[in-house]
């Protein structure tokens, strides 16, 4: 196996890859289109844009049973999507913003927008075959250390900083920078050689394959013990909270009177820098506390800081003065809290993952997270229309907590 930090070298740089067009669509977009002037139903429902990491799940096993033994099991997959990634960002590049009022440039723009999620969905199916194939068990929280951070540089860049340059460079030029970063991210991929014991369980997954006839067999493995099953309801109660958040918090900002670089440096920049910081706290902590506990500990933090959001859209409904600075601070202690709680979970869904199904089973309890998030934010947006920031937020706190029993009863189970 090649050296340790080589490892986190290739993991780090496949996930920054992948957070840069995410951070974009996740954290620059939405923004964009509320200056706009759209409203926060139609803002949510550009959370379609990320129906691929949704469903990837229905191409996870054909990841996982085929690839080219030569050329490395799941770089065989990574090196083209992360190449056709570079594609699509140029393409957009000469894609007018201008004209996003037009509906022929806007359908372009969804499509294109499409097509780089579907390719970014792919690339991580592989990257997480890698990782928990490649990765030991005390390895497993140094490696979700490494994507977290490499996901959240790629969310400072592609969100932040994108919002930033657009004050002061045109379309073109920023999307094209980006396309450079994406292929500057793919050399530690091509500098790296997958170990041959791969081959061995691409052996044992063409004879195991997992078909559609297979689903409910599939489906059996978190059935065999109460452990299981309970960790199943965790990670569908996961992420209700950041699903019916997501499309309020940077609106909330927009409408609080913060600009495109308040918003981009001290928002989303500020915000990803500190969930660096968290990520590694978290790598840290898994030294020296149980996964079970780091999980359950960082989800009480998490509900203190959605608490901490429900008080500012108070504030500001009531007309009252919100020093910049505490809107800065709330954000960046609800970033690092939830990139300690990711780092975590993460963890959690490697241990859960087995070795011959390596990418299909990641896949699979990653994509329940992404289903329930997006499938919330799209529904959020409405619902944030007719209650209001205030009223809406409050109401998420509490829905926080009550995902909370489904912790403390798979927690049960591990003692």
Known sequence: MPGTPNIYIVLFSLYWAQGLPVGFMTHALPVILRAQGVSL??????????????????????????????????????IPTQLLSVAVLIGLSFLPIQALNQPEYLLAFFVALLSMNLVGA??????????????????????????????????IVGGGAILWALDWLDWKITFLVLAGLVLLNTLPILCFKEPVRFQHIQQVTDKEAFSWKKIKS???YFHQSRSLTLWLVVLVTFKVADG?????????????????SQIGIYVTMLGA?????????????????????ALLSFSVLK????????????????????????IYGINAAEDMISAMLLVVMLTLVMQYSRKNFAATDFTFQVALMATVSGGLYSLSGILGDLLGYADYLAFITVVAVICLLPVLRWKATLQ
């Open 41 to 78: 139903a139609h803002i949510g429902g550009f959370g379609l844009l990320m129906l691929p990491w949704s469903i990837k799940i229905f191409w996870a096993p054909w990841v996982d049973r085929f690839g080219s033994s030569a050329l490395g099991h799941y770089r065989s997959w990574i």
């Open 122 to 155: 792919t690339q991580d199916i592989a990257t997480d075959g890698l990782a928990v194939n490649i990765l030991k068990n005390e390895q497993q929280h140094w490696g979700n250390t490494f994507q977290v951070i490499g996901s959240r540089l790629g969310f």
């Open 218 to 220: 599939y489906l059996n």
């Open 244 to 260: 019916l958040s997501g499309p309020l918090l940077k609106p909330l900002m927009v409408d609080m009177g913060l600009t495109f």
């Open 273 to 293: 820098l500190a969930a660096l910081i968290g990520a590694g706290l978290a790598g840290l902590s898994l030294k020296y506390i149980s996964r079970a506990n």
């Open 303 to 326: 509900i203190f800081s959605l608490g901490a959001y429900a008080w500012l859209a108070f504030q500001y409904e009531a007309q009252q003065p919100i020093k910049p600075w505490l």
